[in-house]
């Protein structure tokens, strides 16, 4: 099985045995201090937003204009490590992908 490496919400490192062909949204948002993915992965809400580990950057497809906006406007953006994980489909290739959830906006 493939893993997901998440640092949650609280700083705690947990790694998830992750199923690919769905998102990363999908594969996170039961845990604990994760993702609250309030719109169920329709890129509408941004609270699935997270930064992925520098490693792992390149390797993952680039935003989509939706989803660049979206995250863009969020007060903990980060240029380089912001994505939505509900718009990441998770694939073999990314075994070992570490991320961390983003801070809940208020």
């Known amino acids: 099985m493939v893993k997901v490496i998440v640092t949650d919400r609280e700083g705690q490192v947990v790694e998830v045995e992750a199923q690919a062909g769905i998102s990363l949204m999908e594969n996170i948002r039961e845990l604990d201090n994760s993702v609250d993915a309030i719109c169920g992965g329709l890129c509408s809400c941004a609270t699935c937003h997270i930064y992925v580990d520098s490693h792992w950057v390149q390797k993952l497809p680039p935003r989509e204009e939706e989803e660049a906006l979206l995250v863009g406007g969020s007060v903990n953006y980060d240029h380089e490590h912001s994505r939505l994980s509900c718009q990441i489909i998770f694939t ?15």
């Open 92 to 106: 073999e290739e990314l075994d070992g992908l570490a991320l961390t959830v983003a801070p809940e906006e208020f």
